[in-house]
Structure formats: C-alpha cells, structure tokens
C-alpha cells in the first residue's frame, strides 16, 4: 500500500498528517513506513528503508503489487537487481532499475501487476501509473493547493480535509452492472486512475496517457497448429515459474473446470516435490439440486485429477450457512467498494482462510482462463463472416451441431449479428424467453434513481448491453470483459488479500500469455465445432477424461436457495428497517426486494427463472449496496 501527500509549492506536510495518513496503508501487522521527503509525505507499508527508493534523476519512487518477470529483468540488469542483502525479492529497487536503464519504455519489458507514485525533487510533474490487465488501484485528489494520492482511498479521507461522499452516479451504474467508466471510483471528487495508464500531475492540469491497448497487439500466424500448442505450454511453464518464484506453499483455488485445473497441473509440474493445497468450493450437504442435470457439484472431476496427482491435498469448501453477509463488512474496510457479486464471496473467503491456516503462502487461480488460453471461440462466426472467411464461417455453422439446425445456426450467426439492435434483441427474445425489465427481475436500482440518473442511456452512450445480447467478435467480447469486467478488480482482490493476509496469483493473467491468445486465429479456438479446443489440445494426456470432455459450464454458489431460506425473515426485517432510511429507500427498490422474499416459495423447485434472478442477484446486490451506503455513512449497525 503506498500514498503521498504533498501542496504544489512543496510546502512541508508536517508531522501531524502522518499519523492518519499512513495508518490507512497499513499491510497485515506492518504499519505504513513515512518519510518526510522533496517536500512531500511519503507512505509505504512494505518499505522499511531508512529513507526513500530514489530513481536516478532523485524522484522518490513508491511501489505497491509485484513483479512478475524477475528472472528475466535480473538476466538483462544484473542477477543482483531487485534483491536485498538476505537475498529476498525486492520489487520496487528492481523496478526502479528498469526504469533507470529504459526509462518509460521499461513498461514495456516489466510484467506484473503494480501501481507506482514518482515524486521529483522540486516543482516538476508526479508521476502516477498502473499496469495493464490487472493492477492495485490508485486513487487521487487533487485541488489548486494540494495533491493527495493513495492506493487506498480511505488514507485521502483520514487527512480530514477531503469528505467522504458516495458518487451519485457510480452508484447508480453498478446498481446497473455498468463498471464502464474506469475513471470513476465510488467517492465523489475523488478519480482512479485506469489501468496502463501514465499520468502527469502538475497543479494546473492532469495529462493521462496509455500506454498498452489491447488493439495494439500484433497477429501472429504460425505454419502448423501443433506449433500454437508448443508456444503456449512454453508460455504457461513461464508464467507460472515466474508466479510461483519466492513461494514455498503454494495452495489453488481449485474447480472441476479446464482453467484451475490446468493451472494446478503447472503448478505441480514446476514443482513436483511440493505438495499443493487445493480449496474447492461444493454444495452445502444437505442440499439436493432441484435440476440433477446441472453441473453443481464439481468435486467428482476435482477427485479425478488428485487420482493421477499424489501432490494434491484436496480441501472441501463448504461454507455451510454462510451466505452473502458473510465478512461484508470487513470487506467494506479493506476495499472501500461494495463487491460486484457478493452472492459468491462466502466460499472465496473460506477457501482463503482455510489455505493461510494450513500454511499456504499463496493463493494460484485460473480466473481469466475463459478471456485467454481456453475461450471457447464462438464469437468469432460472425467476426469470420464479417472478414470474408467463409471457410471458416462455414465450417463452424456445419459441424456446430445437427445437420438439421445448421440453418438456425446461419440464422443466428451469419444473419442477426448484422442487423440492428432492435431486431437482435427481439429474435433472443424469442428464442430464449422474455427476461423483462433489469428492474423487474436482476437489477436492485429504484426506478426514480434509475430515471434521474438516466442509467439505461448512460449505459447504451458507452456500449454496455443491458440484454447482455451475444458479442459479435473476439476483440469485441475480451475489450468487454478486460474494460467492464476488471475495473472493479484492483480494489476487490487487493482487498480480500489484504484481508486475509494472502497474496493471489493467477498464470492465466500473465501478460506474455494472455497476448499470445488474444494475438492468434480464432480457428485455433473452435474448431468443426469443438469449442475450447486449443485449451483441450494443450491439456490432452495431462487431465482427466471427464474434465478434457466436459461441456457444462460450472454453477459457482448454486445452493444459493438453501443459504437465503434460513435468512429470509431476518432479511425482510432488515429491509422494514432500512425502509426509514432515505439515503437508501431512494436508491434501492427496497420493497420489490422485500415482497421477493416474502414470495419466496418453500421449496426450492417451486421458484420461477425470474424469481431467481430477483432473489439470487437483485437481493444480494441490493442489500450489499444498501449496507454499503450505511456503512459510508458512518453506520455501526450493518
């Protein structure tokens, strides 16, 4: 965790900000290291160097998150860069000597996720940045007089001269799903810097540049599909030996999909002497599935790989009782935002505990496996069409399913895709069902802030589909995911790490890998209508059968019923309450979420799809944010 505080005529900050400032960039039990320094104060809570990691021309450098590629940036700077006299890792001095040797094209060779402040020595321009794909967030103030930037955004409240006041209209848009704008964090006045962003901060002006877009990445074409297969394991060996560099006890957040599992068969492959603590998340025992064909329970497959891998320790996550009040607001505390999906946090924060108290040093992951090495391919039809690849496009409506369908499968994949909004949507309509209104069924959102807020054109002016209507080519759907789907990230993992006393890492999430997946053909990804196939080609041999040749997608927290059930009367109560509070009855449709749970069938076979997703999503997300609000507030009672 890092801050700086510091006036523009570099007037010193003075003692008495220290206290408050620092004590918010705390690490676990390591207090916020400060330096009064270039006139400014100086905070780092993993830094206990007598005076600040200075660059060559005398800027301070902060540093907060982790290097990812020491190996290769100690070969070309010296195999004694980044290394303290221990011989422990030293991430910022490593950092600080790629930027002494590339300068600002050092980012350009230094993979990791981080975020850095650089505070010159008199009047010149602080420098802010953040990595690209993942990184810590960095949040910052700023007015004539001052400048205030912190990697948690509670130590610029502590100073007690910026006030803590909820944005109005972020809140209104993630009540929406619409994490569009990066920019904007949830307090008002105060921005967050995106992602492979540079930014210059002078008083007068905020210059932002960035420097790594996902459009910049180059094609690359080999001769043979084995040679795809050959350049990815390479790739994956490579992330995760340089993810797993430094740790003794690596532990995995373990599923019955292709993504953790390849990535726990990497893990043990780059260390085969060392056991590998597993957590995965399975149904309460006594809940019974109301649909047996689902996939629910993905401990069979889990079992499957232990088999064939001794190293494993297998630990079933069970959370029984637990549900999405579960550490809500500890994780208030330690992310200052309200958690997208908090229906699905009780068993994440298990599993995190359970590995820290089996000795676990990290936490491995393969959660951007569906972005990268095993996306399934499928929006890349119309993209195929669209580019005059009618092999390809012809292939995949062939051998994508019976003969007799392919026709529908021209229909939906050649034709719709080109047609207007309106008519995209009404043909889902028809095929799938009408899901109605998001404030009828998903959406928790007041539809009088809804109208004030105007978050349904604010939604459409940045491209977010509320219909969440099929995306029409690879780049169209990773940009969704990498613009929408992450830019709440930096805060959430940073906060249940911080939380937990647990660093997470996932190879999946690798900037050399995730490049080379977003760089090659779409054909290597589907294939005569197997989807995934690059990712099954490259696990051929190494998982189990009924993992290689599974096809449904996993339901993460699907006992969802059973856990709300036993909270219903205590939750209705709640809302009775909040009802009296106009800072949230204006916000949240409290008494839609109210007479859902009233509704609420005995009998988990007897609710309705939209039943569901009012119960599932609109309650979760609605009560989270409501708390959220109180616990802004200043409320002690969520």
């Known amino acids: 965790m890092i801050g700086a505080y510091l006036f523009w005529d570099r007037s010193d900050p003075g003692p008495q900000r220290a206290s408050a400032f620092s004590g918010c960039l705390s690490a676990g039990t390591l207090g916020a290291r400060t330096h009064r320094f270039h006139g400014a104060l100086l905070c780092n809570s993993v830094d206990d160097r007598s005076s600040p990691l200075c660059l060559a021309d005398g800027r301070a450098l902060l540093f907060t998150g982790f290097l990812a590629n020491r190996r290769e940036l100690r070969r070309e700077l010296g195999a004694a860069a980044g290394k303290t006299e221990d011989g422990q890792n030293d991430d910022a001095a490593l950092y600080a000597a790629a930027r002494d040797r590339w300068g600002d094209a050092a980012e350009n060779r230094v993979i990791g996720e981080y975020a850095v402040i650089l505070v010159p020595h008199g009047h010149g321009p602080v420098e802010l940045l953040r990595s690209p794909i993942q990184a810590p967030a960095l949040y910052l103030w700023r007015d004539t007089d001052r400048l205030i930037v912190a990697s948690h955004v509670q130590a610029i409240f502590a100073t007690g001269e910026v006030p803590r006041k909820l944005d109005e209209q972020k809140l209104a848009d993630s009540l929406l799903l619409n994490y569009t704008e990066e920019r904007r964090g949830w307090f008002d006045g105060v921005a967050r810097l995106p992602r492979a962003t540079r930014a210059l901060a002078e008083r007068d002006r905020l210059a932002e540049k960035l420097f790594w877009r996902m459009e910049d990445i180059a094609p690359i074409r080999f001769k043979r599909d084995s040679d795809y297969i050959e350049a990815l394991d390479a790739l994956f060996r490579e992330a995760t030996a340089d993810l797993l560099e430094g740790f003794k006890t690596p532990s995995i957040s373990l599923s019955g999909g292709l993504d953790s599992q390849t990535v726990a068969v990497y893990a043990m492959e780059y260390a085969p ?31 499957a790989l232990a088999e064939t891998h001794p190293q494993l320790r297998l630990n079933w996550i069970t959370s029984t009782g637990k549900n999405f009040s579960y550490f809500q607001r500890e994780m208030f505390e330690a992310a200052m935002a309200p958690p997208r999906n908090s229906a699905n946090l009780h068993w994440i924060h298990d599993l995190h505990r359970e590995m820290r108290n089996q000795g676990a040093d990290v936490v491995l992951s393969g959660g951007m496996g569906n972005l990268t090495f095993s996306y399934d391919g499928t929006p890349g039809i119309h993209a195929a069409l669209r580019r005059g690849d009618l092999v390809h496009f012809c292939r995949e409506i062939w051998y994508g399913g019976p003969r007799w369908k392919a026709g529908h499968r021209f229909l939906r994949e050649g034709l719709i895709p080109w047609m207007p909004y309106g008519i995209r949507s009404a043909f889902h309509r028809w095929r799938d069902g009408d899901s109605g209104s998001p404030l009828e069924n998903w959406s928790p959102i007041h539809p009088d802030f809804a109208r004030e807020r105007d978050v349904f054109a604010r939604a459409h002016a940045m491209g977010m589909d509320i ?20 830019t709440e990230g930096g805060d959430i993992k940073t906060g249940i790490d911080r939380l937990h006393g647990l660093p997470s890492r996932d190879p999946t999430a690798h900037r050399r890998l995730l490049e080379f997946c977003f760089a090659i053909p779409d054909s290597q990804y589907l294939y005569r209508g197997r989807k995934r196939w690059l990712a099954r080609r490259l696990m051929r041999g190494r998982l189990p059968g009924m993992v290689l040749n599974e096809h449904r997608r996993g339901r993460q927290s699907a006992d969802w019923f059973i856990r709300l059930a036993p909270a219903r009367e205590a939750l209705v109560e709640e809302i009775d309450w909040l009802m009296g509070d ?21 009998e988990e076979s007897a609710v309705t799809p939209q039943q569901v997703r009012t119960l599932r999503l609109a309650v979760s997300r609605g009560l989270t944010t409501a708390r959220f609000i109180r616990y802004i507030n200043g409320r002690n009672d969520i």
């Open 273 to 303: 002497d060392t056991p590998l603590l597993a957590g995965t998340g399975v149904p309460q025992p006594d809940w019974v599935p109301p649909d047996k064909s689902l996939f629910v329970d993905e401990s069979a497959h889990v079992r």
């Open 467 to 486: 219909s969440f209507l099929p995306l029409r080519s690879s780049a169209e759907w990773r940009h969704a995911l990498l613009s929408r789907g992450m």
């Open 582 to 602: 106009t800072e949230v009855a204006g916000r949240i449709d409290l008494g839609r979420l109210r007479q859902a749970l009233v509704d609420m069938p005995a």
